[in-house]
């Protein structure tokens, strides 16, 4: 049996109370089912081998009432059962995750010994079962099953099990912390490998900019340079011009200068 909660290879428990209608010895109909009962309890063992396979086994206890035996009845009978069983899950319906079993159940019903009876055999089981999802570590368990019997003076039998299925940190409930961990820290590392790409994406963009933004500084230091070497070529170029001026001027005094004298 196996909830959410579960990985494919979790075991569980299953501890129930249960109820047996018998038939008469030679009688399996339902028709012709006797008025002997047989409340009980017992336990299973569960495994999941894949996520619709699973296999479980155990033993159950039950009182039983007058199991008619031709003209003898055994009362109070301590009717014994061992089961191994393997199931099939079918798709979860919320919380609930139902499935179908069948295996073989050895019984052994102590009182038939007073009346020279064989008193155990094999019976094939039949049922449908479902598991309701409480919490991460308890669940609530229910079985129908239908047993077959294979040996004379067993009765074939209704039995109805309800009760609590559990899930020891023993035999499993450590690994789904494990593996929750796991994730968790894979969750965190790929968030912070995703922070550490935008943080390098953001880094190299800052550098083009600061680069880009060095580049027009260093451009627009040139310009200004160029525009001063440019004012300065033009007042070099006015100051030719004023001395070639003084120049004549100073060519034309001489001249009247020497024509005078």
């Known amino acids: 049996m196996m909830v959410k909660a579960q990985s494919a290879e979790d075991w569980s428990l299953f501890f129930f109370g249960k109820t047996h209608s018998f038939y008469n010895s030679g009688e399996y109909r339902v028709s ?34 007058s199991l008619q035996y031709a003209d003898k009845y055994a009362s109070n009978s301590y009717f ?19 499935y179908v079993f069948s295996g073989y159940t050895y019984n052994n019903i102590k009182q038939l010994k007073a009346f020279d009876l064989e008193n155990k055999g094999m019976s094939v089981s039949l049922g449908i079962g479902t598991e309701l999802e409480l919490t991460e570590d308890l669940g609530f368990g229910y079985q129908f099953t239908y047993d077959f019997s294979l040996a004379e003076n067993v009765p074939f039998n209704f039995k109805n099990k309800i009760g609590i ?16 961990r796991i994730i968790e820290k894979a969750r965190a590392q790929l968030l912070e490998a995703k922070l550490t790409e935008q943080r390098i994406k953001k880094d190299s963009f800052n550098t083009l900019l600061k680069l880009a933004t060095q580049k027009i500084d260093t451009l627009e230091k040139k310009l200004e340079l160029a525009q001063d070497n440019d004012d300065l070529i033009d007042k070099i170029n006015f100051l030719e011009e004023d001395n070639q001026r003084l120049l004549l001027e100073l060519r034309e005094k001489q001249n009247i200068n020497d024509s005078l004298f």
């Open 32 to 65: 012709n089912s006797s008025n002997a009962t047989g409340p009980g309890f017992g336990f299973s063992i569960h495994k999941q081998l894949s996520n619709k396979i699973g296999v479980f086994g155990g033993y159950s206890l039950a009182l039983a009432d």
């Open 80 to 98: 014994h059962q061992w089961n191994v069983n393997m199931a099939f899950h079918f798709r979860d319906v919320w919380k609930l995750r139902p």
């Open 165 to 180: 299925v559990i899930y020891p940190s023993i035999f499993g409930k450590s690994k789904r912390i494990d593996d929750a």
